[in-house]
């Protein structure tokens, strides 16, 4: 008696080169993750609507952002409020005051950033906080309307003027962050934690163990910049760790080592006497862009 087996083929599955993307050093990373210069990163406004967010209201994106926008703009608006009492009561010194609310507003704004949908919609709401910021020190520093409590909380002299200066580039960068680069990307972390950690956290310790001054700078010291190059970037290291916990971007030793250039850079040109003469507010900002489009 013959038996007569039936074998059916197995289908071997195949690596189809054209379905992954391969970097350089052929290393295959996901779809939507754009690499340059061995730093890997999600593309810049989050074309996949698949990557992870806390949003507040399942599948209705619109109405998640729009409470996503008025959430975050009541966490910041709280904390100047916060920052505005403690002027008032002078339970610190003013000067110490204004710098805690130039450390802290942009750092917990940023915390926000994963309430919002993926895409150019999401970075648009983000960027209302600040956006409405600019035309709330414009009206304040023109003297169009007068708000004791943010004049004493962010300006060094009391003068509502000062506003129309450090304040307002304050402002402006993290707009200009939210639209142009948003969470994908390391230069938006650099710009942001360089220009409210660094540069709050350098005139922090500057004021108070700056004894050494630079030799071509009267008015900076060697602890502050350390400081500064320190503390922007073990906060950009943070908000990279931060966001790749959400998809928005793959950390690496790459983006690390970039981060670090950038802050010695931020450092450098915030100890220049033009940045005394202009602002730091806007030159930091403006050498953490340039220096991240070059490293990241």
């Known amino acids: 008696m013959s038996i007569t087996v039936f074998v059916t083929p197995i289908p071997l599955l195949r690596f189809d080169p054209s379905n992954a993307k391969r970097t350089s050093s052929s290393i295959f990373v996901r779809p939507g993750v754009c690499v340059k210069g061995g730093i890997r990163r999600s593309s810049r406004l989050e074309s996949s609507s698949h990557l992870p967010a806390a949003m507040l209201v399942d599948n209705r994106p619109v109405l998640s952002d729009l409470c996503a926008s008025g959430l975050a703009g009541g966490i910041a608006l709280c904390c100047l409020k ?23 507003i942009g750092l917990v704004f940023m915390l926000c950033w994963p309430l919002f949908s993926a895409g150019r919609r999401g970075a648009m709401l983000a960027a209302l906080t600040p956006g409405i910021n600019i035309f709330r020190m414009l009206f304040l520093g023109l003297g169009i309307y007068k708000d004791e409590g943010t004049v004493k909380s962010m300006t060094r002299f009391g003068d509502h003027r000062e506003l129309l200066k450090g304040p307002l580039y304050y402002a402006t960068t993290i707009t200009l962050a939210c639209i142009i680069c948003w969470r994908t990307s390391p230069i938006a972390i ?52 931060y966001f790749a916990s959400f998809g928005y971007l793959e950390r690496s030793w790459e983006m690390v080592l970039g981060f ?4 010695i850079a931020s450092a450098l040109v915030e100890s220049l006497p033009i940045s005394t003469d202009l602002d730091d507010n806007l030159t930091v900002p403006i050498a953490s862009m340039l220096m991240g489009s070059l490293v990241f």
């Not at 670090?260 to 802050?263: A, E, N, Q």
Request: glycine share 8%.
């Open 82 to 104: 916060l920052w505005q009492e403690t002027a008032k009561r002078s339970l610190f010194d003013q000067k110490l005051n204004r710098k805690l609310v130039h450390i802290s």
């Open 260 to 263: 670090l250039i950038v802050s």
């Open 190 to 241: 650099a710009a942001i934690c360089n220009l409210c950690a660094g540069d709050g956290l350098a005139d922090v310790i500057g004021r108070r163990f700056g004894n050494l001054k630079l030799p071509y700078n009267r008015n900076k010291s060697i602890a502050g910049s350390i400081t500064m190059a320190l503390s922007g970037f073990l906060t950009s290291v943070g908000y990279m760790y």
